[in-house]
């Protein structure tokens, strides 16, 4: 979600950033499994379903959801740990509208340098990758070599290196 934001803010706001660095985020994740995506900005029903929920049937969605982020199992504890001290709500909702974000016209006004890194898997859908990504002239998009979308949890080393490149280069 800080991908998505750190593409928002760049695009509404040009002038306030030198450069974004965008970890595992797309324009928008939706057109990925459905691409005549149309945002509705309406899942009350989502939100509802997931603020009714006990403490036990929140964490075990919570670890559900961990085990798609990362590889590397020492974390999982870490990452539901973060969602259980959420407020519910609050979650819920940004859920919610991460689900309904598109930022693919947007991005257009992004000028700055813009590093994005993605999970190994996308590039099995290079193609749709760069599709949504075509109005982001600055965009430098580059694969992580193992893990899922807690790449800097997963290929630690590279991630860091490749962060510390994109800063020092002016």
């Known amino acids: 979600m800080g991908g998505g934001l750190a593409l928002a803010i760049a695009a509404d ?8 660095i965008v970890v595992d ?5 939706m057109v990925i499994t459905n691409p005549h995506f149309i945002s509705s900005g309406n899942c009350s029903g989502m939100i509802n379903q997931i603020v009714s929920m006990n403490e036990d049937q929140f964490a075990h969605m919570l670890k559900m959801n961990a085990a798609g982020l990362t590889i590397n199992p020492s974390k999982f504890e870490e990452i539901i740990k973060w ?3 959420s407020d519910r709500e609050t979650y819920a909702k940004i859920v919610c509208d ?12 992004i000028t700055v340098p813009s590093l994005i890194i993605l999970e190994p898997h996308f590039r099995n859908i290079e193609s ?8 982001l002239s600055t965009a430098q ?3 992580a070599n ?6 800097m949890f997963d290929d630690k080393e590279w991630f860091i290196n490749e962060v510390r490149e994109f800063i020092k280069e002016e």
Do not use: W
């Not at 985020?25 to 994740?29: E, R, T």
């Not at 749709?128 to 109005?135: F, G, M």
């Open 141 to 143: 998009i580059i694969y």
């Open 146 to 151: 193992k893990g899922l979308h807690f790449v």
């Open 25 to 29: 985020a797309l324009p928008c994740l």
């Open 128 to 135: 749709p990758i760069k599709e949504q990504y075509k109005n």
């Open 83 to 85: 969602g259980m001290d």
């Open 13 to 20: 706001f040009p002038d306030l950033v030198k450069k974004i």
């Open 98 to 109: 991460f689900s309904n974000t598109d930022l693919r016209e947007q991005i257009r006004n």
